[in-house]
């Protein structure tokens, strides 16, 4: 049996948000690769992207959603199908052999595979003469004979991670997928920004691309704000949710003691999640400014600081009240009156006016109570951006597949401890790697079959379409180029 690995396609509903555009070639890959002996393609996760994608044409429009219940996920199945005939008429042809299977993994974008309505549909859309053929692992998948460990890998990034990713459930009655910090950021906020900036989630560092887009357009995160707001408040009302004080279990064999101690703190927090820790933030600021930086009461230490822990906290709070107060004004008349056509531009400049009022009430109050950390967080990025301006060059070889990245080095390295393992293949960076991170157990990244572009490496620039290929021989990671074929990047003996 041969295998060939694939990660990170993300198609989408929408012509805005879709990067997958790749179906003829993808079509040419598999049938060159699968030619011959019994082939298993293996989906490494963010196959579909659910994080982009609508269930109807118009659900892009209006006040954000999260459709993040099976109902919506298998509409935006549908929709992806009839944008991708294509692709999914490629699968049905591979599996037209027996012998071929197709395994399917979940990644952070695609976590809704978890929904026995969507492998039931995803099984339709290939053909119901082929559902034995095509497989949904709960977590990664195990290719025993040849020692190789496939897994997504949004597991080890902590905003993309999920309580329990074999079953990433929000509620007890699995009718909707848990949502991380990092899905609700692409669903109510990048998808919006890239109607404005199509580049911003192209570019690495993430950092970066927002860099761009502030430069370009500085007006634009004023008069938008309420982008940001959104976010906010769909992450309050996740945070809050009652069901989430029920967790679910850590598995605690993946984890090192200190990754036990941190995701058992994340547990207990997780009812408030972000807002909470913003919260304790805030209290702690103004509890020791209070009792360390002040002496203007006759009042103990401890009395002045919890004085002054409340009332920085009530004058805050009537800023926060008051910008949101702009907010929810703007909402309701943009709501009512934006969508007659005859007043609907009038009402949309009205609207955006409010909530330019609403930015700067909660910059101000910001600026005036937290001026202190955010001058040293300034500091802090200006002395990195000196150093880097000083000491980093963009390195010159385009290609380069051994840099490796620390999370995913160290988790390989405890996976790789298991005496039957020599292989684990990892996705969701984007960035193929292909190194020896012990002696003779490697640590291998699919890719992605999408455009990046990392402003400060010339590497990897043209480095998409990539794909692990396994066969009784070799192990290997290629690039896909179309009519020319592929080009093996790296490639070692299986049988080593």
């Given at each position: 049996?041969?295998y060939i690995i694939v990660s990170d396609l993300h198609l989408s509903t929408e012509e805005l948000l879709d990067d997958f ?385 620390p999370e995913e080095i160290e988790v390989a390295k405890r996976l790789l401890k298991i005496p039957e393992l020599r292989y ?73």
């Open positions: 049996m041969n555009y790749s179906d003829e070639d993808f079509a040419q890959m598999l049938n060159l690769m699968s030619r011959g002996e019994p082939t298993t393609l293996i989906f490494n996760g963010d196959t579909i992207d659910f994080l982009q994608s609508y269930p109807s044409e118009t659900s892009l429009q209006g006040n954000p959603r999260l459709y993040n219940d099976s109902d919506s996920s298998a509409k935006i199945l549908d929709r992806v199908y009839k944008r991708h005939q294509t692709f999914f008429g490629t699968l049905s042809n591979f599996l037209k052999n027996p012998r071929n299977q197709i395994v399917v993994l979940k990644g952070n974008h695609d976590a809704e595979f978890a929904f026995d309505t969507v492998q039931k549909k995803f099984r339709e859309l290939i053909g119901e003469e082929h559902k034995d053929q095509i497989l949904f692992p709960e977590y990664g998948y195990y290719i025993e004979e040849k020692g190789v460990y496939v897994e997504h890998g949004n597991q080890f990034d902590k905003l993309n991670s999920f309580s329990n990713f074999q079953s990433p459930f929000h509620d007890i009655k699995k009718k909707h997928i848990e949502l991380p910090f990092g899905s609700i950021l692409v669903k109510i906020l990048w998808n919006k920004l890239e109607k404005s900036f199509p580049f911003i989630d192209k570019i690495r560092p993430m950092t970066a691309s927002i860099s761009l887009a502030i430069a370009q357009r500085p007006l634009f995160w004023v008069f938008r704000f309420d982008y940001f707001l959104d976010m906010f408040f769909h992450m309050a009302k996740r945070d809050f949710n009652p069901s989430n004080l029920i967790r679910k279990s850590i598995d605690e064999k993946r984890l090192s003691k200190p990754e036990l101690i941190s995701a058992s703190l994340t547990n207990l927090l997780n009812f408030g999640g972000l807002t909470l820790l913003t919260i304790i933030f805030m209290v702690s600021f103004f509890f020791i400014k209070g009792l360390f930086f002040l002496d203007v009461s006759k009042k103990s230490n401890l009395d002045q600081a919890i004085d002054f822990t409340l009332s920085s906290l009530t004058e805050f709070s009537i800023f926060l009240i008051i910008s949101t107060g702009f907010y929810i004004v703007g909402k309701f008349i943009s709501n009512v009156f934006g969508k007659k056509p005859t007043i609907a531009y009038p009402i949309n400049i009205f609207f955006r006016i409010l909530i330019g009022i609403s930015f700067g009430i909660l910059i101000y109050g910001v600026m005036k109570f937290f001026w202190i950390p955010i001058v040293i967080l300034l500091i802090v990025a200006l002395i990195i951006d000196v150093h880097r301006s000083i000491t980093k060059e963009i390195s010159s070889q385009p290609e380069e597949i051994d840099r490796p990245f684990v293949i990892f996705g969701h960076t984007h960035f193929p790697r292909f190194l020896m991170v012990d002696e003779l157990k490697y640590l291998i990244n699919s890719g992605t079959w999408i455009y990046n572009l990392d402003l400060y490496s010339l590497q990897n620039r043209n480095l998409m379409q990539t794909f692990v290929f396994i066969d009784d021989q070799n192990i290997s990671l290629n690039v896909f180029y179309g009519l020319k074929g592929y080009k093996t990047l790296k490639s070692v003996s299986i049988k080593q």
